[in-house]
Nanobody, 125 residues
Framework: VQLQASGGGLVQAGDSLRLSCAVS????????MGWFRQAPGKEREPVAA????????YYADSVKGRFTISRDNAKNTVYLQMNSLKPEDTAVYYC???????????????????WGQGTLVTVSS
């Protein structure tokens, strides 16, 4: 299984970005997915998570109301729509996948089996 994250870039505060995570090697509908981020000098933290069907989602308090996680199983792709970006959102964003038969989402990094390479998001003030 390979995860390819893309869509990062340099934006100004208040702008929007959409990150994509393309999954290859398996069909996406068997995977719970998550987005994590790691800012310089900080530990990796969860941002959002979504269950297999896309019907249940999780958001960190810091992004709730601004970010939206979604998935298109037919395209084997998971998205993170980020609106009203703030300088504190600056980080490398990683997507992660966990094969599961459950309908749960997972928001801790140790529950994931596969990781993408990360895409850098820089928000200037």
């Amino acid at each position: 299984v390979q995860l390819q994250a893309s869509g990062g870039g340099l934006v100004q505060a208040g702008d929007s970005l959409r990150l994509s995570c393309a999954v290859s090697g398996r069909t996406l509908d068997m995977w719970a997915m998550g987005w994590f981020r790691q800012a310089p000098g900080k530990e990796r933290e969860p941002v959002a998570a979504i269950n297999r069907s896309g019907g249940v989602t999780y958001y960190a308090d810091s992004v709730k109301g601004r970010f939206t996680i979604s998935r298109d199983n037919a395209k084997n792709t998971v998205y993170l729509q980020m609106n009203s970006l703030k300088p504190e959102d600056t980080a490398v964003y990683y997507c992660a996948a966990r094969e599961t038969s459950s309908g749960y989402y997972y928001y801790t990094s140790d529950r994931y089996h596969y990781w993408g390479q990360g895409t850098l998001v820089t928000v200037s003030s």
